[in-house]
């Protein structure tokens, strides 16, 4: 199956944003508690080296990155961003949604509808056609 990287950004030793906590999952449906009902994906440093020199420091950023399946997911990261993986035009790709739409998404899922079915379904409406123009002499 083809896939797409997702990448995300890990610190340790700071304060404010760069302490939040940052994870890559993929939306399944809902949940009462959370909103978002979550398979939390396996992530690996881009560079261990760089998250290996952090952790011995105790302060320091690093990268790490999953290949990730067509799919909903959600990356914390600093901010919290909804990206659809889906193939298009005969190649794996990604696109941010909104969060309204990640959750009409997941509750077509819990009704049993597939990612494929429930991204088409809330998927916008194609624009019309512009119209041709005349023809001139």
Do not use: H
């Not at 261990?48 to 909903?72: D, H, I, Q, S, Y």
Request: glycine share 6%.
């Amino acid at each position: 199956m083809e896939t797409v990287t997702i990448t995300i950004n890990k610190s340790c030793g700071y304060s404010g944003k760069l302490s939040a906590k940052t994870y890559l999952a993929a939306i399944v449906g809902t949940c009462k508690q959370y909103i978002f009902s979550r398979e939390f994906v396996q992530t690996e440093a881009v560079d261990p080296a760089e998250m290996f020199a952090a952790r011995r420091k105790g302060k320091g950023c690093w990268t790490e990155a999953a290949a990730v399946e067509a799919g909903l997911y959600e990356v914390q990261d600093g901010e919290r961003v909804f990206k659809i993986v889906c193939k298009k035009n005969g190649k794996m790709q990604r696109f941010s949604c909104s969060e309204d739409r990640a959750l009409k998404m997941a509750l077509l899922m819990d009704q049993g509808c597939t990612f494929e079915d429930s991204r088409l379904q809330t998927a916008a409406p194609a624009a019309p056609a512009a119209p041709a123009a005349p023809a001139t002499n």
